[in-house]
C-alpha cells in the first residue's frame, strides 16, 4: 500500500484533475496560498462561476496537513487518493479524490493511517464538541470546506470531531448513519440535526445546542452561525443523532 501524508497546511480534493478553473490556480501550487484563493473567489465584481458557488461539482472535500492519504496512481502532477481519515459511501477506504502530488510527500515505510481512538474514561464531552463547533462562528461557509479557515456543514462536525480525536464521515449523509439515533424532542446539546426534502437523502447537518437552537454552516454566501431553527429548517428536519465516541450521560 502506498501511503503518503500531505506537506502543506491544506490541499483540496478535487473530482478530476481537469475540473479546476483558472481562479483556482493559487491552491494549485507547489505551495499552495488557501488565503489568496479564497479571496480571489470572494473578490467584488468575480462571476458567478468562479465564486465560491462554482466549486458544487468540482471539489468535494480537503485534506490538511500531516493526514495520510493513500496513493492509487500518479499522473501530470495528479495523484488519485483515498482519505481514510474521512469514511466516506463513496469507497470503504476513505474519502476518494484528486490532489497536487506537490501537496504530498512520502511516508516512511510501513507507515498506515490508523488514529488513536480516546480511551472511555477520556472520551470528550458533547459540550466539548459544541463549544469547539463555536470557535468557527462567522466563518464563511466553503462547498467542501473541512479545514479551520473554510467549512461547510458536514465539515464543520467533521473537523470540530477530528480536532477531539474522533474519527467521523465527511459527509451528511453519512455521519447520520453513523450516528446513534436520537428521537426527535430527545437530543441534547451535541447531538446532530439531519435534514433532508422528501424523497431525497440528507442534504445539511447542523449541531444541536438547545431550546430549539442549532449551530451550522447554512450554504454558500453565508457564515457558520448559531440560531433558531428557521420554519423551512423544521419541514425538513428529518431525524437527530448522537456521534459515537462523545461521552454520554450515565457513562
Known sequence: MNVAHVGVPVSVLWRGPDVA???????????????????????????????????????????????????????????????????????????????????????????????????????????AFVEGARAYLGLPYLWGGVSPTALDCSGLVHLVARELGLTVPRDADDQQVACVPVELGAEQPGDLYFFAHPGRTIHHVGIAVGDGRMLHAPGTGTRVVEEEMSQDRKDTLVGAGRLPGLLTAGA
Do not use: K, N
Not at 107 to 122: L, M, N, S
Open 21 to 127: 478553473r483558472a481562479i483556482d490556480a493559487p491552491v494549485l501550487r507547489d505551495e499552495p496560498d488557501h488565503a489568496a484563493w479564497l479571496a480571489a473567489m470572494d473578490a467584488d465584481g468575480v462571476a458567478e462561476a468562479d465564486s465560491r458557488f462554482g466549486l458544487d461539482g468540482r471539489i468535494d472535500s480537503q485534506v490538511l496537513a500531516d493526514e495520510p492519504v493513500v496513493v492509487l496512481a500518479q499522473s501530470d502532477g495528479w495523484s488519485q487518493v483515498i482519505a481514510p481519515w474521512q469514511p466516506s459511501r463513496h469507497d470503504p477506504r476513505g474519502y476518494p479524490g484528486f490532489v497536487r502530488t506537490s501537496h504530498l510527500e512520502p511516508a516512511d515505510p510501513g507507515a498506515g493511517f490508523e488514529r488513536t481512538v480516546p480511551a472511555a474514561e477520556q472520551r470528550p464531552d458533547p459540550l
